[in-house]
């Protein structure tokens, strides 16, 4: 019986495919090269013009355990979640603790929850510009802040 002796320098990736994957990153870097050129709007951004329906200004303080408290402008409870409920919106709140630490404004002033004619639910930062568009978390997590518009 003879054994077939492979010294390592055989088709591993065939070429066919190795020049496929060459001209995929070719052409996603003449595609990202054009639109930066280009200066090409961001199209996958939520258009901003379409009118706000209902608007709240809203006050976020979390816990790393997951508990968090939301208050309207005047300190008034308007919902208090348990560590088991409370998640997301302790996760919100610590994203917006690390982007005001990093533009060095109040970390405890309000932002705004609005709800757009069109059904869209956003959050806005208005001190640093950063904003969340909530259906991108899932129905469940955009469902509690809806409900602190009712």
């Not at 961001?42 to 408290?69: F, H, K, N, W």
């Not at 309000?110 to 129905?139: K, M, S």
Request: aromatic share 6%.
């Amino acid at each position: 019986m003879q054994s077939k002796k492979h010294d390592g320098h055989g088709d591993l990736i065939p070429p066919a495919l190795l020049r496929g994957v060459l001209f995929l990153v070719a052409a996603c870097l003449v595609i990202v090269a054009y639109a930066r050129i280009t200066d090409k709007p961001l199209v996958a951004t939520p258009d901003d013009s379409i009118p706000v329906a209902q608007e709240r200004r809203i006050v976020l303080e979390g816990s790393m355990s997951g508990a968090a408290t939301v208050f309207d402008i005047d300190g008034n409870v308007i919902a208090d979640f348990s560590s088991d409920e409370g998640g997301f919106v302790a996760g919100i709140w610590r994203v917006l603790q690390r982007e005001r630490n990093k533009h060095g404004v109040a970390l405890d002033a309000p932002v705004r929850l609005a709800r757009y004619e069109n059904g869209r639910l956003a959050l806005h930062d208005d001190l640093t510009g950063w904003r969340a568009e909530l259906i991108g978390f899932g129905a469940d997590n955009a469902a509690v802040f809806a409900r602190l518009l009712d």
